[in-house]
């Protein structure tokens, strides 16, 4: 069955496979389903670090401040 979704192999170590199984068992899922997972968890989590590095750049003594309503008009 065709699907819209890139599929991609990846090689996984014992150890990582293992531990996959056992949190998708625990979870009732399949495998792949909680790979997806854990791997949108992780490009959130990488997402968060873009962002506060952004900040830090920006939080400057001379930076000037928006208050909270003005910056979400």
Do not use: F, G
């Not at 150890?15 to 790979?35: E, F, G, M």
Request: proline letters at 4%.
């Amino acid at each position: 069955m065709p699907t819209t979704k890139r599929r991609i192999n990846i090689s996984l170590p014992k150890s990582v496979n293992t531990v996959l199984d056992k949190i998708a068992k625990r979870d009732n899922q399949p495998v792949a389903t909680k790979a997806l997972e854990l791997i949108m968890h992780a490009l959130e989590i990488e997402e968060d670090i873009l962002w506060d590095n952004s900040a830090k750049k920006r939080d400057t003594k001379k930076a000037t401040y928006i208050a909270h309503d003005d910056a979400w008009l």
